[in-house]
């Protein structure tokens, strides 16, 4: 796994990872709007929806804005910010890479923080190695930054502290993992039977409750990449 401080803006004459034809994840740089990115507000009540923001960028001129608040309240004290996207693919891509930004970030409780998810979903066959139940999606979760310890416990997600318990702020932060290698230290093997991809790059808080402190930040992500680039090869 690997994260990484971007002081400037990548070098014109050099191809970047996330301009490369294998890249899965169309709309990369957010520079086309916000298609084919979307928030989860229509299946999860946890939801809050992203932005597009025209102020900051790593390259070009958007990125994914994320406002984070405690505003809002609900029972459960959890709120989700994220630019989600579903792939069809049975194919298991060997990495995944991007940058992420955070302006303003308040901590106003332990369990806030920032991650990339990669869910499998199933076939009809579910994954036996690990699960009874056919309809279990896989996931891993590379933590960012915020936390180091798991928010919860949730029976099929593993859970990999790739960055500081401290919010790096005001600066471009790159991160960069290898799938195949993840999966096979967490789960135990490299899948290669499931029906699709979820990728989430999200910012959150669970547990929150009146009397903790206020919740804020702006967290940003761009120049995002899934495909098949070997890992270290640079972004």
Not at 154 to 159: A, G, H, L, S, V
Request: charged share 25%.
């Amino acid at each position: 796994m690997s994260l990484a401080f971007s002081a400037c803006q990548p070098k014109p004459s050099i191809q970047n990872r996330w301009e490369r034809g294998d890249n899965l994840l169309e709309n990369a740089s957010f520079e086309n709007g916000r298609a084919p990115w979307v928030s989860l507000t229509d299946s999860s009540p946890f939801w809050r929806d992203f932005d597009l923001s025209d102020t900051v960028a790593h390259s070009g001129r958007h990125s994914a804005r994320l406002p984070l608040d405690s505003l809002r309240q609900n029972q459960s004290g959890t709120w989700v910010w994220g630019v989600a996207r579903d792939i069809e693919t049975d194919h298991l891509p060997r990495t995944v890479s991007g940058f992420f930004h955070v302006h303003g970030w308040q901590q106003g409780t332990p369990n806030q923080y920032l991650q990339a998810i990669v869910l499998l979903m199933p076939t009809e066959e579910g994954f036996p190695q690990v699960f009874d139940d056919p309809i279990v999606p896989l996931q891993l979760s590379w933590v960012l930054g915020g936390i180091n310890r798991e928010p919860f416990y949730i029976q099929n997600r593993k859970f990999i502290f790739a960055g500081d318990l401290e919010v790096p702020q005001d600066r471009w932060v790159g991160f960069e993992f290898d799938l195949h290698r993840d999966f096979k230290e967490q789960w135990g093997f490299v899948p290669e039977k499931f029906a699709k991809i979820r990728i989430i790059f999200e910012a959150r808080y669970d547990g929150w409750q009146l009397g903790q402190g206020e919740v804020s930040g702006d967290v940003f992500y761009d120049d995002l990449y899934l495909g098949d680039a070997p890992f270290g090869d640079g972004q």
